[in-house]
C-alpha cells in the first residue's frame, strides 16, 4: 500500500531526498547530474515538444488555447504526481522547486523496466495523451486539447526516463532512484 508523504520545497542538495540504499553491482543511468542541468533539459524538451503539439491543436482548432483547458493542465499538477505515487510501493515522498519548473515525487522502492516505464507514463497518459487523442477526434474539445497538450509538453522529464530506461536498463534488469538519479541493477 501506497503512503504519500508531502516532504516540502526540495533545497537542491541530493543526499537530503529519500533514497533507495544502493544495490549491489549499481550501474548509474547517464543522465544529468545536477539539478540545474536536469532543468534546462527537461524545460528545453517541453518547450519543443509544446511547439509541436500546440502547432497541432492551432492547425485543428485555429484558436490559441482554451483558458480552462490551461487552467486545468497546471491543477493536473499534482494528480499526476500522485499518479506518479500510486505505482510505488510503500512510502513516496512529493518534492518541489517551483522555481527551476519542478514537482516529484521519490521512494525507496524498486521496479522492473515494464514498471518503471508504466509509472512514468500512466500520468502522461491519463492527463496527455487521452485528452489530445479526444480532441484530435473532436475539434471542438479545444478544453481537452488544451489540458492534453500542456500536459504532454510537462511530462517531458518523464519520457527522459523512459527513454534512459529503454536505452540503458539490460532485460531482467531493475531500477530504483538514489538522490535526483535513478540506478540499475541485476537482481542475485
Given at each position: 500500500?501506497?503512503?504519500?508523504?508531502?516532504?516540502?520545497?526540495?533545497?537542491?542538495?541530493?543526499?537530503?531526498?529519500?533514497?533507495?540504499?544502493?544495490?549491489?553491482?549499481?550501474?548509474?543511468f547517464k543522465e544529468a547530474q545536477d539539478m540545474n542541468k536536469l532543468s534546462l533539459i527537461m524545460n528545453g524538451m517541453a518547450l519543443l515538444i509544446g511547439i509541436v503539439v500546440f502547432?497541432?491543436?492551432?492547425?485543428?482548432?485555429?484558436?490559441?488555447?482554451?483558458?480552462?483547458?490551461?487552467?486545468?493542465?497546471?491543477?493536473?499538477?499534482?494528480?499526476?504526481?500522485?499518479?506518479?505515487?500510486?505505482?510505488?510501493?510503500?512510502?513516496?515522498?512529493?518534492?518541489?522547486?517551483?522555481k527551476k519548473g519542478m514537482l516529484f515525487v521519490v521512494g525507496p522502492g524498486t521496479f522492473s523496466k515494464a514498471e518503471f516505464i508504466f509509472m512514468c507514463l500512466l500520468p502522461n497518459?491519463?492527463?496527455?495523451?487521452?485528452?489530445?487523442?479526444?480532441?484530435?477526434?473532436?475539434?471542438?474539445?479545444?478544453?481537452?486539447?488544451?489540458?492534453?497538450?500542456?500536459?504532454?509538453?510537462?511530462?517531458?522529464?518523464?519520457?527522459?526516463?523512459?527513454?534512459?530506461?529503454?536505452?540503458?536498463?539490460?532485460?531482467?534488469?531493475?531500477?530504483?532512484?538514489?538522490?535526483?538519479?535513478?540506478?540499475?541493477?541485476?537482481?542475485?
Amino acid at each position: 500500500m501506497t503512503k504519500f508523504h508531502f516532504a516540502g520545497r526540495y533545497n537542491g542538495d541530493p543526499e537530503s531526498l529519500i533514497t533507495h540504499e544502493h544495490e549491489e553491482n549499481h550501474v548509474p543511468f547517464k543522465e544529468a547530474q545536477d539539478m540545474n542541468k536536469l532543468s534546462l533539459i527537461m524545460n528545453g524538451m517541453a518547450l519543443l515538444i509544446g511547439i509541436v503539439v500546440f502547432g497541432i491543436y492551432w492547425l485543428l482548432s485555429n484558436t490559441l488555447f482554451d483558458i480552462v483547458g490551461a487552467i486545468l493542465s497546471i491543477v493536473v499538477m499534482i494528480p499526476h504526481e500522485f499518479l506518479h505515487g500510486l505505482c510505488f510501493k510503500g512510502d513516496v515522498y512529493m518534492y518541489e522547486n517551483l522555481k527551476k519548473g519542478m514537482l516529484f515525487v521519490v521512494g525507496p522502492g524498486t521496479f522492473s523496466k515494464a514498471e518503471f516505464i508504466f509509472m512514468c507514463l500512466l500520468p502522461n497518459i491519463v492527463f496527455g495523451f487521452i485528452p489530445y487523442i479526444i480532441f484530435l477526434f473532436d475539434h471542438s474539445q479545444t478544453m481537452l486539447g488544451t489540458l492534453g497538450a500542456f500536459s504532454i509538453a510537462a511530462g517531458a522529464g518523464d519520457y527522459y526516463n523512459v527513454w534512459n530506461a529503454l536505452t540503458q536498463m539490460p532485460k531482467g534488469s531493475r531500477t530504483y532512484m538514489h538522490g535526483m538519479n535513478s540506478f540499475w541493477y541485476m537482481p542475485q
